[in-house]
């Protein structure tokens, strides 16, 4: 029997082309063998930078949510406060200028919370996700694409909403639980 290796890629790529390309994503086409040994195709959405997502906590737990109309779902979303970090920059930074940016927050204290990897099956989207303390405030620079409304609130008033389904961006589901099992001791 074959030792398994997790590190071998059984797809083998034959060509790949762009398809589409702007500052933030590029799609491409692969026509590949997949892992069966037949021909196939695979499209994938190249993520030019960093998923960034910030929970700020003061000294009571309370926390602040950003939400905003979100295009690619038609819809308004609650969320962590959330950005765009460069490849080529310390994420750290990039989180800082986000919670400036979103929230007019400026923190002493980080710590990351987790790295996850979103929608795997068709992008390579990176996920970072931090923990700010030790918070003090000034004025919010939102970017011109940006219509936000800012609310305080307890994070497990936070909790209940992931919980009840009343917020469903991936990014802050993920952090909110994982952050309320730390809180938990668990």
């Known amino acids: 029997m074959e030792a398994f290796n997790e590190n ?23 026509d590949v063998i997949n892992p069966s040994g037949n021909p196939g195709i695979y499209g994938l959405v190249h993520f030019k930078n960093l998923a960034i997502g910030i ?16 295009y690619a779902i038609n819809r308004y979303s609650w969320e962590i406060p959330e950005g765009g970090g ?9 989180a800082k200028r986000e919670l400036l940016e979103e929230c007019g927050i400026v923190a002493n204290s980080w710590n990351l919370l987790m790295e996850m990897h979103l929608s795997n099956s068709a992008t390579n989207e990176h996920s970072l996700v931090y923990v700010a303390r030790d918070l003090s405030f000034t004025e919010a620079q939102p970017e011109d694409t940006e219509d936000l409304r800012l609310r305080k609130l ?8 992931v919980m009840q389904g009343q917020i469903t ?8 639980l994982k952050l309320k099992l730390q809180l938990s001791g668990i």
Do not use: C, M
């Open 154 to 161: 307890p994070f497990e008033e936070l909790y209940q909403l």
């Open 86 to 94: 460069k490849l080529e920059n310390d994420p750290l930074d990039s």
């Open 169 to 176: 961006d991936a990014i802050t589901v993920a952090a909110v």
């Open 8 to 30: 071998h890629n059984p797809w083998k790529t034959l060509s790949t082309e762009i398809k589409y390309d702007n500052p933030w994503i590029q799609l491409q086409h692969s």
């Open 55 to 70: 929970i700020p906590l003061d000294s009571e737990n309370n926390t602040w949510i950003v939400g905003q109309y979100r």
